[in-house]
């Protein structure tokens, strides 16, 4: 219960900064990705919605972690994105120090997202 609540307020947390600040998103989203700002925006949404089911609609938190866990999925591009074109956000170069560690947890933040929402109970099932 406690991760559920904690990667909900992260994912709240982050949608709120992708709709009140989406200037450091769009910098980080791949050139192919068509109609950036819809996209920065659509995301926050999508957080936020996640978030909300995650936490507080019991009915909904299986459907909040598989789509949360997909979107963890879709935006990874934007984070190699960051990592590889050594993008400075707000004038602010992040060196492998962040990068390695955000690159490498993004599969964490998945299964997290399908093990809290009851997706999964792997690799905590019981071997009867």
């Known amino acids: 219960m406690v991760l559920r609540w904690l990667l909900a307020l992260g994912y709240l947390v982050a949608g709120i900064a ?7 998103f769009l910098q980080i989203t791949p050139s192919w990705v068509p109609w950036p700002a819809t996209v920065i925006a659509l995301t926050g949404l999508a957080e936020l919605a996640g978030a909300t089911a ?10 909040a972690g598989i ?3 997909a979107y963890a ?20 170069p992040l060196g ?11 599969p964490v933040l998945v299964w997290l997202a399908l093990w809290t929402g009851g997706s999964t109970d792997w690799p905590f099932r019981s071997r009867v």
């Open 67 to 69: 789509g949360l866990a």
């Open 96 to 106: 492998w120090w962040y990068h390695a560690p955000r690159l490498a947890l993004q």
């Open 18 to 24: 992708h709709l009140r600040s989406p200037a450091g």
């Open 54 to 63: 995650l936490a507080a609609i019991p009915r909904l938190r299986k459907a």
């Open 73 to 92: 999925v879709c935006v990874f591009p934007a984070n190699i994105n960051h990592a590889f074109a050594h993008i400075a956000i707000g004038g602010t």
